[in-house]
C-alpha cells in the first residue's frame, strides 16, 4: 500500500496504520484508502483489512479496521457506500440464517 511515496514524509493523519502483530505496522495514505475500501466493501464486505494482511507469506496478521476508524479517514460519501455495502451484506446474512432455521422446523 501507498508504496510510491516514501513513508517518513507521512503523518499518521495522511492515513491509517494497521493493527500488525508480526512486525511493523503497515500505513495506507487517504486517497489509496478510499479506492481500496471501495474495492474491498464489493469483493468482501464483511470488513476491511489492512491490504498486507491479504498476503499469504504471513507478514500482517492485523485485525480490521474498525468503522470509527474508516469513518475518520474516508470522506462521507465512501464512508456511505462501504457502510451500504457491510448493511446489505449482513441483511443477507441474517435472511439466509433465518431461512435455513425455518427449514429444520
Known sequence: ACRTRHYASWQLS?????ANQCGAPHFVCH????????QEANDRPERVCCPFAKLKDGSCNSVPYTDAEL??????DAFDRYFAHRLKHKEAQL??????ENEKR
Do not use: V
Not at 31 to 38: D, H, K, N
Not at 71 to 76: D, E, G, I
Not at 95 to 100: D, W
Open 31 to 38: 486517497e489509496c484508502l478510499e479506492g481500496y475500501t471501495t
Open 71 to 76: 469513518a475518520h479517514m474516508l470522506s462521507q
Open 14 to 18: 495522511d492515513g491509517l496504520e494497521c
Open 95 to 100: 435472511a439466509t440464517e433465518f431461512e435455513k
